[in-house]
């Protein structure tokens, strides 16, 4: 499975930007397709996550209202449409696919339950 991660730049404080991750392989059998980033000098952190089957979304509470997670199963593609950006939401943004289900909603935001990432793509938010 291969992930390539787009759509990255450089917004102003309060601008939009959207990205989009773009799956391929024949074993890419998603189960949860989510996005994390990392700022620099700071550990990888849970920004979202979409449930391929039924499209349930989960968000990370900093993001949550400004940030929308949404998916084309035909193009085996998750988009992360960001509003209100922040100059604290620039970082690295990475997009992974987790193949195995698993029982809490809780363990979405584990990057350990996610088996392939994409290389990121930054986003920086200027004052």
């Known amino acids: 499975v291969q992930l390539q991660a787009s759509g990255g730049g450089l917004v102003q404080d309060g601008g939009s930007l959207r990205l989009a991750c773009a799956a391929s392989g024949r074993t890419f059998s998603p189960y949860i397709m989510g996005w994390f980033r990392q700022a620099p000098g700071k550990e990888r952190q849970f920004v979202g996550a979409?449930?391929?089957?039924?499209?349930?979304?989960n968000y990370a509470d900093s993001v949550k209202g400004r940030f929308t997670i949404s998916k084309d199963n035909t193009k085996n593609t998750v988009y992360l449409q960001m509003n209100s950006l922040k100059p604290e939401d620039t970082a690295v943004y990475y997009c992974?696919?987790?193949?195995?289900?698993?029982?809490?909603?809780?363990?979405?935001?584990?990057?350990?339950?996610?088996?392939?990432w994409g290389q990121g793509t930054l986003v920086t938010v200027s004052s």
């Open positions: 979409i449930f391929w089957d039924d499209d349930t979304t």
């Open positions: 992974a696919v987790g193949q195995s289900r698993f029982s809490l909603s809780i363990m979405s935001t584990w990057s350990t339950k996610y088996d392939y």
